[in-house]
């Protein structure tokens, strides 16, 4: 199999397959209701597993080698005296285009409210975006 960009593959009919619900094989209306299952999916783990862990991306983001001894001392796990974080987190040479709710056209942002889970995404701490 050949690979593309990102990892997706080249051949359509398997890239095609990739980003469809993964209890019904649906495609999905658009990248929000995406969006709302990965993130359904993702929570889905803290009822799954004895040790879960689910942590904001700007934290991971800013600090990954805080965060990695911060969730080592909440399960009693021993680190080394440095945790090294290798590579880099996030898209590169992106870092300064981040868009906020600000930069959003109202009837976008209205969009966005309807098709999202407001209580799922409050949730993971994105509450800020529903705010009036």
Not at 44 to 51: H, I, L, T
Not at 118 to 124: A, F, K
């Given at each position: ?96 285009s981040r868009v906020t709710a ?31």
């Amino acid at each position: 199999m050949r690979w593309g960009y990102n990892g997706m593959p080249k051949d359509r009919l398997v890239a095609d397959q990739i980003n469809r619900h993964p209890v019904t094989g649906a495609r999905f209306a658009n990248p929000l209701e995406l969006r709302t299952v990965k993130n359904q999916c993702f929570l889905k783990f803290m009822a799954r597993e004895a040790n879960c862990v689910v942590v904001d991306y700007d934290c991971a983001n800013a600090s990954p080698e805080q965060m990695l001894c911060e969730i080592a001392q909440a399960f009693d796990v021993s680190t080394r005296a440095t945790v090294e974080v290798p590579g880099h987190v996030g898209a590169k040479g992106r870092e300064g285009s981040r868009v906020t709710a600000q930069d959003i056209l109202p009837a976008d942002l209205g969009f966005i409210r309807d098709n999202l889970d407001v209580d799922l995404e409050t949730r993971l701490g994105f509450a800020t975006v529903f705010d009036d």
